[in-house]
Nanobody, 115 residues
Framework: QGQLVESGGGLVQPGGSLRLSCAVS????????MGWYRQAPGKQRDLVAT???????NYADSVKGRFTISSDNAKNTVYLQMNSLKPEDTAVYYC?????????WGQGTQVTVSS
């Protein structure tokens, strides 16, 4: 089926930046649009950003202008550059196909924005 491995999270102060990476394996993932999702404690998992195979991107209003999704198809890797981070961005971040997730989720990567 494939595998998704997220990395790059950590603790950052408000206003800081982080770059998340998602290593993708599996043929189905290489044919579909990808997305980043996040889940804060006690809340549902929400879609943050998507990117098509052709590079067309879309963002949730809450991150528009601050986050940038990109992909390196040759490396089967999807990135999420996060700038001007806010405490409300604190969550576990996951990648999967987007806007509709498929199959099993990876372990996610924790992002904590706090002073």
């Amino acid at each position: 089926q494939g595998q998704l491995v997220e990395s790059g999270g950590g603790l950052v102060q408000p206003g800081g930046s982080l770059r998340l990476s998602c290593a993708v394996s599996g043929s189905i993932f290489s044919r579909l649009s990808m997305g980043w999702y996040r889940q804060a404690p006690g809340k549902q998992r929400d879609l943050v950003a998507t990117i098509t195979r052709g590079g067309v991107t879309n963002y949730a209003d809450s991150v528009k202008g601050r986050f940038t999704i990109s992909s390196d198809n040759a490396k089967n890797t999807v990135y999420l550059q996060m700038n001007s981070l806010k405490p409300e961005d604190t969550a576990v971040y996951y990648c999967n196909t987007g806007p509709i997730p498929f199959g099993s989720w990876g372990q996610g990567t924790q992002v904590t924005v706090s002073s």
